[in-house]
């Protein structure tokens, strides 16, 4: 695609970049999307992210299930087989019975108890004797297949590689300036591009207030089968998922004491604390997981006030021409998310409410 009379200009190919230029695409809107690392090489990076419906706002309940027909909406339009599976997620405690299943029902999402026993059986990797407690069951829940969706979404929409310094509503056009010194215009400007997002609004004159800290998710070869056939899980700080077909299970916990801001200097020791953690956590609470890891995923956390207490959430953003998009957990809302950021650049002059 020629890189002139663009009508929108993507920054970051993540599941929130790439799902805005495909929804973008299906208007025939001419999109080029920019992209400094790679697709999926930071936030959006990994094998699988949890979909659920399971939330305490009733609001993400409803939305979530939006996004759940979305996913598969993309599943027969883009040819690439299962996207998000139908593992269903078992969410553990007294808060995940009370306040998430009556969201729940609110958003009328279907859900139905489950008792500790239950879920032992449901996650075979999980302690029999588990000290989490009875819960609920989310059947809508599953393992989404993040690579294969990146990389789906990835063949319909222009790529350039190149690092973006700026952004900024010139009035007639917005402009995108880049490392190497060129500049791109475009009718607009869509920023989803992680923790570079804050910076590139406020240069635009967008506030987001967020904080990244760091965060890190270790995988496990399971014994038997205790993978594959495994449900989702919740519970305790902790949450877990299959990884496919691999035969693996991803697990990410509450981090170790105080969050730790964002810096690649830190990032070695923490991954250490969280080894450490794990080492002791996994052995007591998965004995059906090999305690040893496989695999690490390096990410972020978000802390931000538009999100709730599990952290789950988004906001968007606008200055003019440029759109600013930034949130947490949003793997699970791909499919929606770029529904409305495309309607937000083509069919309104402020944000769609759903993103406010």
């Given amino acids: 695609m020629s890189e002139r009379n663009l009508d929108v200009l993507v920054v970051g190919a993540g599941i929130c970049g790439l799902a805005a230029a495909y929804a973008l695409t299906l208007r025939g809107a001419r999109v080029l999307v920019v992209e400094r690392a790679g697709v999926g090489a930071e936030q959006s990076a990994g094998l699988a992210r949890i979909f ?11 939305l979530a299930l939006e996004a759940r027909d979305g996913w598969r909406r993309w599943e027969r339009e ?59 069951w989310d059947p809508l829940a599953g393992s989404i297949r993040v690579r294969r969706t990146l990389a789906a979404l990835a063949a319909r929409a222009p790529l350039r590689a190149a690092e973006v310094r700026e952004v900024r509503d010139d009035g007639d056009v917005a402009r995108v300036e880049l490392a190497d010194g060129s500049a791109l215009t475009a009718g607009h400007v869509v920023v989803c ?131 600013a998009f930034a949130g947490s957990n949003l793997m699970k809302f791909g499919p929606l998310v770029g529904d409305r950021l495309a309607q937000t650049v083509l069919d309104r002059d402020d944000v769609h409410p759903d993103l406010a």
Avoid at 52 to 62: E, F, I, K, T
Avoid at 90 to 111: H, N
Avoid at 286 to 306: N, S
């Fill in 52 to 62: 659920r419906v399971a939330h305490v706002d009733a609001r993400l309940c409803a």
């Fill in 193 to 323: 591009a992680g923790t570079e997002t804050v910076g590139l609004a406020a240069g635009a004159g967008i506030e987001l207030p967020m904080r990244f800290v760091h965060h890190v998710r270790l995988s496990y070869g399971a014994r038997g089968e205790a993978a594959e056939r495994s449900a989702c899980l919740i519970a305790g700080g902790a949450y877990g998922l299959p990884l496919g077909s691999t035969g693996r299970f991803g697990l990410g916990l509450a981090d170790p004491g105080d969050p730790v801001p964002y810096e690649a200097a830190t990032a070695d020791a923490f991954a250490a604390a969280v080894r450490a953690q794990h080492a002791t956590w996994v052995p007591e609470h998965l004995p059906g997981l090999d305690p040893r890891p496989v695999d690490e995923v390096r990410c972020v956390g978000v802390q931000a006030p538009f999100l709730d207490e599990r952290e789950d959430g988004f906001q968007c953003r606008r200055a003019g021409r440029v759109i």
């Fill in 78 to 136: 883009l040819g690439a087989g299962r996207l998000l599976g139908d593992e269903g997620l078992v969410a553990l405690g007294g808060e995940a019975r009370e306040r998430q299943g009556a969201a729940m029902s609110a958003a009328a999402a279907p859900w139905e108890p489950v008792s500790a026993a239950e879920a032992a059986a449901r996650v075979p990797a999980l302690a029999a004797d588990h000290p989490f407690g009875d819960g609920l």
